[in-house]
């Protein structure tokens, strides 16, 4: 059983930046990929960036198309911590970021998932 827990979110003007943070328990936190999703309202939730095992994969990352270049995930496991760096935001940016976790080389599907934190971008 994994908890998640988000903070950091905000309301920030278009170009700033923001580090959302994706505290969890328990004692494998690196047997995990943690994912953060966004949904904005009207829209359904999509995929942002995922991070990969160190142990088992290298903590390879992967980001959509729509973040690359602004937004950088990142994982400290000594903290069970997974962070999104998010620069140069954009109105488009704004939705609740939700982080989620998924055993790594074993679930294909997203098994946790936080309550989420908001993030406005305004202009």
């Known amino acids: 059983q994994v908890q998640l827990v988000e903070s950091g979110g905000g309301l920030v003007q278009a170009g700033g930046s923001l580090r959302l943070s994706c505290a969890a328990s328990?004692?494998?936190?690196?047997?995990?990929?943690i994912g953060w999703f966004r949904q904005a309202p009207g829209k359904e939730r999509e995929f942002v960036a995922s991070?990969?095992?160190?142990?088992?994969?290298?903590?390879?990352?992967y980001y959509a198309d729509s973040v690359k270049g602004r937004f950088t995930i990142s994982r400290d496991n000594a903290k069970n911590t997974v962070y999104l760096q998010m620069n140069s935001l954009k109105l488009e940016d704004t939705a609740v970021y939700y982080c989620?976790?998924?055993?790594?080389?074993?679930?294909?599907?997203?098994?946790?998932w936080g309550q989420g934190t908001q993030v406005t971008v305004s202009s």
């Open positions: 989620a976790a998924k055993r790594d080389k074993v679930s294909m599907q997203y098994d946790y």
């Open positions: 328990g004692r494998t936190f690196d047997n995990y990929v």
């Open positions: 991070i990969r095992s160190i142990r088992w994969s290298g903590g390879t990352t």
